[in-house]
């Protein structure tokens, strides 16, 4: 016949009761966390990838239509000048 030690067990179940408890307060402070975080994220003023992709590709055609415009503003100053003899 075999015996069991009382004390072993109660402290056998007070660890696995303390695992437990340890558990559930790592899964409690890590979903206050993560409200802490999207809270703070929401007050700020971050634009979404969507939006940068939006206004990058609008800052590209800017750019690409004013080196056209410059382009033409250099070829007009350039027959401009062609055309109109140096005053001296």
């Given at each position: 016949?075999?015996?069991?030690?009382?004390?072993?067990?109660?402290?056998?179940?007070?660890?696995?009761?303390a695992?437990?408890v340890?558990?559930?307060?790592?899964?409690?402070?890590?979903?206050?966390m993560k409200?802490?975080?999207?809270r703070?994220?929401?007050?700020?003023?971050f634009?979404?990838?969507?939006?940068?992709?939006?206004?990058?590709?609008?800052?590209q055609?800017?750019?690409?239509?004013?080196?056209a415009?410059?382009?033409?503003?250099?070829?007009?100053?350039a027959?401009?000048?062609?055309?109109k003899?140096?005053?001296?």
């Amino acid at each position: 016949m075999q015996t069991r030690n009382k004390i072993f067990d109660d402290i056998g179940q007070m660890m696995t009761n303390a695992m437990g408890v340890a558990q559930g307060a790592k899964t409690e402070a890590e979903t206050a966390m993560k409200g802490w975080m999207d809270r703070w994220l929401a007050e700020r003023d971050f634009v979404t990838r969507e939006e940068f992709d939006a206004v990058r590709a609008m800052a590209q055609k800017a750019r690409e239509e004013n080196e056209a415009l410059k382009a033409r503003l250099d070829a007009m100053d350039a027959s401009g000048k062609a055309a109109k003899p140096k005053k001296s």
